[in-house]
């Protein structure tokens, strides 16, 4: 088992929006650290918890697959699903997956509510041709594939109770560099409201 990444997805949305956002954010910090006094402290702290809260929320979110897990990179944690434990996947305006009684998603996939309300009027049973899918289709697909070739290769069958026991090894990782990030960003701010 390895916990390399053997295939990544690009996320889907967000990624210009995020990064004009921290840009902006890292900005009104700098010229506040700067020229101190051009930018009043609620002001420029408020913009490190902005900058925090951008980076956490659109820039850090990934979707990857290792040689047999479905790592979700999230906001605030990483989570890790054996691929054979996967029940069900959808994507429509997050990426949502289910394995034995829970459910995770990602918004680092996602349509948009445009292609949502069009995709459910698609037929889904019918397989939608590589060429013509979108990328959130695409990825859909792709991680439905590597979860059914792993449950192959390890002789296990959809909904069943060895599947159900793989769901037990799903482990979620905390991201504490952001957490302490949005605390201390956080804690400054109502610092300097007080001050």
């Given amino acids: 088992m390895s916990d390399e990444p053997v295939e990544r997805f690009r996320p889907t949305s967000g990624r210009i929006t995020g990064g004009i956002g921290l840009a902006v954010a890292l900005a ?5 650290i700067v020229d101190r006094g051009a930018i009043p402290g609620p002001v420029l702290t408020g913009a490190l918890v902005v900058g925090v809260l951008v980076w956490a929320s659109t820039l850090r979110p990934r979707v990857s697959v290792t040689e047999d897990h479905l790592v979700l990179r999230n906001m605030l944690d990483t989570v890790s699903i054996p691929l054979a434990s996967i029940e069900e996947i959808a994507v429509r305006q997050v990426l949502a997956v ?3 009684a829970d459910r995770y998603v990602s918004p680092a996939v996602g ?3 445009r292609q949502t309300i069009k995709s459910n009027k698609r037929n889904t049973a019918v397989p939608v041709d590589a060429a013509l899918a979108s990328y959130p289709d695409f990825v859909e697909q792709r991680i439905r594939q590597r979860c059914d070739d792993e449950r192959a290769k390890r002789g296990i069958q959809s909904y069943s109770d060895e599947q159900a026991a793989l769901a037990e090894g799903v482990r979620r990782q905390l991201a504490w560099p952001e957490i302490a990030a ?3 960003a956080t804690l400054a701010f109502v610092i300097s ?3």
Avoid: E
């Fill in 98 to 100: 289910r394995a034995g």
């Fill in 182 to 184: 949005l605390a201390v």
């Fill in 193 to 195: 409201l007080l001050v």
């Fill in 28 to 32: 009104i910090v700098v010229i506040g």
């Fill in 111 to 113: 349509r948009s509510w």
